[in-house]
């Protein structure tokens, strides 16, 4: 069965893209490491994916998942 949001949704070609562009690409020609990319543009993050507080409360709960604590 066909979704009814099909027409909003990108081909696996169109979704692959700017992966296939940075993974030929050379760096610091057309792309800097490090950053985030959507449709071959530099994007801006959300803010909370700086947020070094969040980062160390995710690495914290996933290893007291994973039973590795510390």
């Known amino acids: 069965m066909a979704s009814p949001l099909r027409w909003a949704m990108r081909s696996p070609e169109q979704g692959a893209d ?9 760096p610091h020609t057309h ?9 071959r543009t530099l994007a801006r993050t959300h ?13 914290e709960r996933t290893a007291a998942m994973l039973g590795a604590q510390g």
Request: hydrophobic content about 40%.
């Open 18 to 26: 700017t992966l296939v562009w940075l993974a030929t690409s050379s």
């Open 31 to 39: 792309w800097t490491s490090g950053g985030y990319y959507a449709d």
């Open 47 to 59: 803010p909370q994916a700086d947020h070094t507080g969040l980062a160390h409360d995710l690495w």
